[in-house]
Each structure stands twice: as structure tokens, then as C-alpha cells.
């Protein structure tokens, strides 16, 4: 006897057919991975950053508006504080004081038990002021017990042991070329506060993506909630709340953003307040849009027949079916997010000093376009558009892969 073959047909679901669709779109595939990389840089924060302190804060004057891939000799010398004790988590989010304090050298002598050190300039010649420093004050805090006792002991060397003095010394002097000196790069230059660009750019990264991302959260909470009851009800509940966003439709976007700052404050999480609570209108009237056209399906009509709540067949069976259109207009408000977080730190309403935002450091360098550090204020320029644009592409991309009405 012979068996023929069942054949079976493959299915697949409507969010992996949208998958498929997104992969063959390479320019937004490399949209996504140029996010995932930011987001990546976002995340690991001070781990990655060369500038490690709170906020990449550290300056030197001395080294104000150096050129990319500027290096100079330093000379860490030990702070005479405790030095703090914490986890690579902490450190990821919140950076870490630094327990020296760094000094650029332009060149260095040792005499007996002390280094003197002249300060680099920058200038032809350097004439930089000279400082002295003991030997053991660059290894020891000057309150650890290890550096007094290493003094005492040098002390006791020069007076008694000429030649054990004299080892001893050799020995700090090798100690201190081994671990005290080393070389800082600046990769991207610094700024007119000696500050690592690369560094603030970094830390500056984490605060756009999380403006863009808070302020998407906050939108989608009140335009989903308000647009799926206008579009559900309808009636006055609809009249109502159409009439309270077209008012808010009304008021120019920045305009109203810089209102809400004035009345919150200035700060960090005013901005994602400010900018959530503006972005909600476009999401309401697509929510509205969309359940407007599908309030009346047979599979609501059945929902209503099964005695289901109207809280259930809003959130369990309509919402599911809008949230494609919902997700492309959270990525084009995302990239707005992050430009408008920019405008605001530009125009010094922002996040405030000493944390770093793209907008803040433009707005800070933005006079030296004229003069040959163009750079200070690019580099961030270029950073928003680069992200910007990313997201924008992506959201093609998404509106294209949920579009039911392109073939397969």
C-alpha cells in the first residue's frame, strides 16, 4: 500500500510576518543597531567613560580646549581623604570621586625625599609654577598610618643610616615612575574646563535616551487611557475630551514645555515631566482614530455578547489590535523627545549644570564655531542628529512591517 504525503501549510503570526518584513529593510535594521548601540553606551555609563568622577566633572584648566587626540604626561598624587569604597553597579550609575589628584606635568626632578614638578601651560615656553612634593605624600594620604610611619622611617634612615636613607628613596622614586605617572588621552579634545569630551558626550547620552524614553511612558499612559475612551464611548465622553485636546493641540508644543519647566522648576526630572505631559496629544488621537474605525467589529459585538466588562474588551481586545499604530508614533515622539530636551538645556531650562546634556554643551561652546574649535560644539550636534535619525528611520521601518495592507 502506498501513503501519500500529507502537506501542511506554514503560519505564521502576524508579529513575525511584521519581523520578516522589518529584516528586509536594512537602512532600519541599521537604525535599530545604531539605537541598541547608544542605549548600550546609555547603560554602561561611567564603566566605558575615561572621565570616571560624577558627571565627568573633572577639570583642568591647564588643558582647556585641547584638540582631539591630545595626550599629556600626569602625576597622580593621593588625596588626603578617605578613600570610598563602592560596587561596579554604583560606580555604572553614579561614577566615582576620584582618590588623586591629578596634576599635569611638564617636566619633573626629584631632589632627596621630594619631586618638583612644573605645571604644564601650554604655552611657548611653558613656564609653568613649580611644586614640591614629598615622595610619600604621592603614594600616602597624609593621614594613613602607612605614611607616617614611612616618614618616620625616612627620618630615622637620613639620621642614623645614611645609606639605608638613600635606598629608601631610590625606592619611592621607583615606586612613584611605576604607578604615579601616566599618560591621559582625550580622544575627542576637552573643553574651556579642561573636561574630556568624549566622556560628557557619553554621560550626556544617558540623559536624552532617558528623557526620550520617561517622557514616551508618560505619553502613551495618558493618550492611550484618553483616546480609548473618547473612541469607546463616544458621545460626551468623546465631545469632552476632543475638546481638551484640541485646546492643548492649540498651544505651541515648546511653548507649553517651557511653561510647565517654569512652573516645576528646573531640574532633571522636571524635564521628563514637561515633555511627557506634551506628547500625549498625538498619541490620543491615533488611539481615538483607531478605535473609532474598530469599535463596531464582530469580535467586540461578541465580547459585549458574552457579558465581558468594557474595561476588558477596551484593554484585552481592542488595544492589542491598535497598539502597531501606537508604536510608530512612539518612535517619532521619542526622537522629538530628544530634541526638544536639547532645545531646553540650550536655552538653560534643562537639565542644569554640572550634568551633561548634548543641548547644555552646545549651548556652552556654541562661540567657538567661529574660532578653530568648531568641534566643541559639533560633536553633540552631531550626536542628536544621528540619533534623531535613527529613530526616525526605525519608525518607517515599524510603520512599514505593520502595514496589513503590503503582501508578503
Given at each position: 500500500m ?21 529584516l ?5 535594521v541599521a ?11 546609555a ?21 582647556c ?16 581623604e ?5 560596587n ?19 617636566r ?19 613656564e609653568?609654577?613649580i611644586?614640591?612634593i614629598?615622595l ?5 594620604p597624609l ?19 645614611g645609606?639605608l ?5 631610590a625606592d619611592?622614586?621607583?615606586?612613584v615612575?611605576?604607578e ?5 588621552h582625550?580622544?575627542l579634545?576637552s573643553d ?8 560628557q558626550?557619553?554621560i ?6 532617558s528623557?526620550?524614553?520617561?517622557s ?15 473612541g ?22 515648546l ?14 526630572w522636571?524635564?521628563f515631566?514637561?515633555?511627557?505631559l ?5 498619541v490620543a488621537?491615533v ?5 473609532l ?25 481592542i488595544l ?14 521619542f526622537?522629538?523627545?530628544i530634541?526638544m530636551?536639547?532645545g531646553l ?29 568648531a568641534y ?8 542628536i ?6 529613530f ?5 521601518g ?11
Open positions: 502506498f501513503y501519500r504525503k500529507k502537506k501542511y501549510i506554514a503560519s505564521a503570526s502576524l508579529s513575525a510576518i511584521a519581523w520578516k518584513r522589518f528586509r529593510n536594512k537602512l532600519s537604525a535599530m543597531l545604531i539605537i541598541a548601540l547608544f542605549t548600550l553606551m547603560v554602561l555609563g561611567y564603566l566605558i567613560t575615561p572621565d570616571q568622577t560624577p558627571f565627568s566633572n573633572e577639570q583642568y584648566l591647564e588643558l580646549t585641547k584638540k582631539p587626540g591630545f595626550s599629556i604626561q600626569m602625576l597622580r598624587v593621593k588625596k588626603n578617605k578613600e570610598e569604597s563602592g561596579i553597579i554604583k560606580t555604572m550609575l553614579f561614577g566615582k570621586k576620584s582618590a588623586y589628584v591629578c596634576i599635569p606635568v611638564y619633573y626632578q626629584f631632589k632627596d625625599e621630594n619631586i618638583e614638578v612644573e605645571i604644564y601651560t601650554g604655552t611657548t615656553p611653558n609653568g609654577e611644586k614640591k614629598n610619600a605624600n604621592i603614594i600616602y593621614d594613613n598610618s602607612i605614611a607616617v610611619m614611612q616618614k618616620d622611617s625616612m627620618l630615622f634612615f637620613r639620621d642614623v643610616y645609606s636613607h638613600q635606598a629608601a628613596i619611592m622614586r621607583k615606586m615612575i611605576k604615579s605617572f601616566f599618560f591621559k582625550f580622544i579634545g574651556r574646563f579642561g573636561r574630556d569630551i568624549l566622556s558626550l557619553i550626556g547620552t544617558r540623559v536624552s535616551l528623557v526620550g524614553f520617561i514616551v511612558i508618560i505619553s502613551l499612559l495618558i493618550g492611550i487611557l484618553l483616546g480609548a475612551l473618547a469607546f464611548f463616544k458621545g460626551w465622553v468623546d465631545n469632552l475630551i476632543v475638546w481638551f485636546i484640541n485646546v492643548i493641540w492649540s498651544i505651541p508644543t511653548l507649553l514645555v517651557i511653561a510647565i519647566t517654569f512652573a516645576l522648576g528646573k531640574g532633571f522636571q524635564v515631566i514637561a515633555v511627557g506634551t506628547m500625549w496629544v498625538e488621537r488611539v481615538r482614530g483607531q478605535i474605525s474598530i469599535r463596531e467589529k464582530e469580535y467586540v459585538e461578541a465580547g459585549r455578547a458574552l457579558g465581558f466588562t468594557n474595561s476588558r474588551i477596551i484593554f484585552r481586545h492589542p489590535n491598535v497598539m502597531g499604530a501606537v508604536i510608530v508614533i512612539s518612535a517619532a515622539n526622537a522629538s523627545a530634541l530636551e536639547a538645556s540650550f536655552l538653560g531650562i534643562g537639565v542644569q549644570p554640572p550634568m551633561p546634556s548634548w543641548g547644555s554643551m552646545i549651548k556652552e561652546n556654541y562661540g567657538y564655531i567661529i574660532l578653530d574649535a566643541l560644539a559639533i560633536l553633540p550636534g552631531i550626536a542628529m544621528i540619533v534623531v535619525l535613527a526616525m528611520i526605525a519608525g518607517n515599524l510603520r512599514d512591517a505593520l502595514d496589513v495592507k503590503l503582501t508578503e
